[in-house]
């Protein structure tokens, strides 16, 4: 009886500590790829800043991530390889251009930037298994997206991408 006892403490045990270690975090499906990222402390880094990245934004007529078809309508097969894609665009060309006078925005970015080389890491990792197939869709859209970025010059066309870091974080959010 007294070894039940002890099991089920155990168990309770470990399951509050892995309760504990994974709150706040979110599994996302990107195709056959499973990851996993802190979307509540990203949203809240990204929203103490917006306000202010955003108003840096010279060109408010134009949107990287918004052209007409960039992430819309995205097949779920596609999701993994605009993913990696874009965790990889965003680590290496938004996030090393977006640094400012500001030390406080700028440990706001660095903190994103962390948490998306993370992401970046896992999804390469699903990518080298061959689980994140890229399809002339999926590479269509990202070319245009990156099309859209290299028609600006690298600081505002970084200054732009990071304040449309929402509409990333909603596509990943609303996809199944």
């Known amino acids: 009886m007294k070894g039940s006892h002890l099991f089920l403490c155990l168990f309770s045990m470990s399951c509050w500590v892995n309760l504990m270690l ?13 990851v996993s990222m802190s979307v509540t402390e990203v949203r809240s880094g ?8 955003q108003g840096r934004d010279p060109i408010r007529t134009l949107s990287i991530l918004s052209y007409p078809h960039s992430l819309h309508k995205v097949q779920s097969s596609d999701r993994c390889c605009i993913a990696h894609h874009l ?29 998306f080389l993370s992401m970046k890491r896992k999804l390469e990792h699903c990518h080298e298994k061959n689980k ?20 600006l010059n690298v600081t505002s066309a970084a200054i732009k991408s990071l304040g449309e870091l929402d509409i990333l974080l909603d596509w990943m959010e609303k996809s199944p």
């Open 46 to 53: 990204f929203t103490a800043i917006k306000a202010n990245i």
């Open 87 to 115: 965790f990889n665009f965003y680590v290496d060309k938004v996030f090393k251009h977006c640094k400012t006078e500001d030390s406080y925005i700028n440990r706001k970015v660095s903190s994103i930037a962390n948490s």
């Open 132 to 151: 994140c197939i890229c399809r002339q869709e999926s590479t269509e859209k990202f070319n245009q997206i990156l099309a859209n970025y290299e028609g």
């Open 22 to 34: 994974t709150a706040g975090n979110k599994i996302f499906h990107f195709g056959a790829c499973r």
